[in-house]
């Protein structure tokens, strides 16, 4: 059974030029330096690190108050990672996490529970991140039980069901089972969940990837809506460049645990500056086929390097189509070529 917030004739996706809102320059999360480097072990009964997966290998960047950052890549680039060490589900090797003015690698038990009432998370896939067994007014409550927050069950049950309006469902959505709602119920029940905790700052992981492209655009639509409406800033972790493009203030692009360019959303579209991106934006389709058929198609030659034995030098260096002598050997800085527009290329 499909409720009429799916239905497909609501899907369009407003025009992105109104549709991403204001942002303050108000610094709320700074990454510095941050690398996650997962060990590799051999042996049975004595396990020794022989190797060590460089999943983020040196990441800064700034979040600010009531912005949509994106960070895209292919599979396997970081993006994940990234959000589960600013989430505190990962430990990071090296690097800072600033949060508030607050280093939350330093603090104690205490401060991080504060912490983790401020972000929140909506996962990938609305069908897992779900407990089968709860109801949906359980699944709501339970952070406002754990935490505290409300301690009466009947302001609790007026608040999950406020959350299940806000989302756009129907109150009586408190007592289905996942399995009793779509794909687009179940990933509101998500959203409602991050909600509940009042938070400032949600990582958006992959968040409207697993539903239908029609379900997409509402989902879309509720997350700015929210945004505006609470204050929020997301950090949105996704593969889509059309989604991002249409909900993002700037975007990020990440290419084997590295950050390779960064800028606001329309200078990134319309202006890529560093091969990798180019690549990528080259490969997203254009629906007329004539035009598609017409186009240049550039295309990066070789897979992408092992994480575990990056290449010296630019990580780009063996598929890069601009490649020099010296790309092998020295590691691009991260720099500002333009106000806003940051690239870690040598030949840019």
Not at 182 to 201: H, K
Not at 299 to 318: L, N, Q, R, T, Y
Request: aromatic share 6%; net charge negative.
């Amino acid at each position: 059974m499909t409720a009429p917030n799916d239905a497909p004739q609501e899907a369009a996706v407003r025009d992105d030029s109104q549709f991403r809102g204001a942002h303050t320059n108000e610094l709320l999360v700074d990454v510095r330096g941050l690398k996650m480097h997962f060990p590799v072990t051999e042996g049975v009964f004595v396990q020794r690190v022989v190797a060590s997966v460089k999943a983020v290998d040196g990441l800064n960047f700034q979040i600010m108050k009531g912005e949509t950052l994106g960070l895209v890549g292919e599979s396997g680039c970081g993006k994940t990672t990234t959000g589960r060490c600013i989430l505190q589900l990962e430990n990071p090797t090296a690097g800072e996490i600033i949060y508030n003015g607050v280093d939350i690698n330093g603090l104690d038990d205490k401060s991080m529970i504060d912490y983790r009432k401020k972000i929140q998370v909506i996962f990938q896939d609305p069908f897992s991140s779900l407990n089968p067994r709860m109801k949906v007014g359980e699944i709501l409550t339970e952070p406002m039980r754990v935490h505290n927050i409300i301690s009466n069950e009947d302001d609790r049950r007026q608040r999950a069901v406020e959350l299940l309006t806000t989302c756009g469902l129907k109150a009586n959505f408190y007592d289905r089972y996942p399995h009793e709602m779509s794909g687009g119920q179940r990933q509101r029940v998500g959203i409602a969940r991050a909600l509940a905790m009042d938070p400032e700052f949600i990582i958006c992981d992959e968040a409207v990837s697993a539903l239908d492209v029609s379900i997409q655009a509402q989902v879309i639509n509720l997350l700015e809506d929210l945004r505006e409406q609470f204050g929020l800033t997301y950090l949105f972790i996704s593969h889509d460049l059309s989604v991002v493009r249409h909900i993002c203030h700037r975007v990020a692009v990440m290419y084997l645990g590295h950050m390779v360019e960064l800028a606001d959303c329309d200078e990134l579209f319309d202006n890529p500056l560093h091969p990798y991106t180019q690549a990528l934006l080259e490969a997203v389709p254009i629906p007329d086929p004539d035009l598609e058929n017409a186009r240049e198609h550039k295309i990066i030659k070789g897979e992408i390097p092992s994480p575990m034995s990056p290449p010296s030098g630019c990580v780009f260096h063996p598929r890069c189509p601009k490649a020099v002598a010296s790309c092998s050997q020295e590691f691009p800085d991260f720099r500002e070529v333009k106000p806003g527009h940051w690239v870690a290329c040598t030949e840019v």
